[in-house]
């Protein structure tokens, strides 16, 4: 069936580097990847989202790449600050859905050390 | 502006007991729903989703229901809770766009 694994599960950086989250996808048809942030006890909120069109999206510290040959993911964060820690869901939307039914990984826990 | 809520925000229930939960949305119509389920420390599993009103297509087969009985809610139940329901009930709308907006969740715990 459909899948989406994500790596890694946890990430320490410090404060002011870089974060990197992959995400692979089995469902070739997919064309909409969306990546939310989870904040403790709270509901997802999404950040970023990228086409199956688009290579690349970017909004400030925030980037998101897209290898749809390989079918593959990544969320980048540059210049990270203590209040991005939290986890990061990826997912994938296969296009059969019709009602933009999203397939999600796992989810990394992100940890900027001050 | 769109906005949704569920409540409650925290539940307790003994196994056995029934369950209702509910998710409304405020500044949209007509708008897809989901009902998602996170356990702790994993991604979120989808449980549900409606396209209109009476229209519920279940994801996994379990002891939860969902029920659509107006445009903007949407309701999760259960007659029987077991101890695996526990866990973190998350509601999200989406409508047109491919985005999904996330509710605040319930956080229900089964003892």
């Known amino acids: 069936g459909e899948n989406v694994e994500q790596h890694p599960s946890t990430l320490s950086v410090q404060e002011g580097d870089s974060a990197v989250i992959k995400c692979t996808y089995s469902?070739?048809?997919?064309?909409?990847f969306p990546w939310y942030k989870q904040e403790l006890g709270k509901g997802p909120q999404l950040i970023i989202d990228?086409?199956?069109?688009?290579g690349e999206k970017k909004d400030q510290r925030i980037a998101v790449t897209l290898n749809k040959t390989a079918k593959h993911f990544s969320l980048h964060i540059t210049e990270t600050q203590p209040e991005d820690s939290a986890v990061y869901f990826c997912a994938a939307s296969p296009t059969s859905s019709g009602t933009y039914k999203y397939i999600f990984g796992t989810g990394t826990r992100l940890k900027v050390l001050a | 502006s769109q906005t949704i809520h569920q409540w409650p925000a925290t539940l307790v229930q003994p196994v056995g007991s029934p369950l209702s939960l509910e998710c409304t949305v405020e500044g949209t119509s007509n708008p897809n729903l989901y009902w998602y389920r996170q356990a702790a420390g994993r991604g979120l599993q989808l449980l549900f989703y409606?396209?209109?009103?009476?229209?519920i297509s279940s994801e996994v087969p379990q002891n939860l229901s969902a029920s659509r009985p107006q445009d903007r809610q949407f309701i999760l139940s259960s007659k029987k809770l077991l101890l695996s329901d526990s866990g973190f009930y998350l509601c999200?709308?989406?409508?047109?766009?491919?985005?999904?907006?996330f509710g605040p969740g319930t956080r229900l715990t089964v003892l």
């Open positions: 409606s396209v209109g009103i009476g229209q």
């Open positions: 990228i086409r199956s069109n688009v």
């Open positions: 469902d070739s048809a997919s064309n909409y």
């Open positions: 999200a709308w989406s409508r047109g766009s491919r985005e999904q907006f």
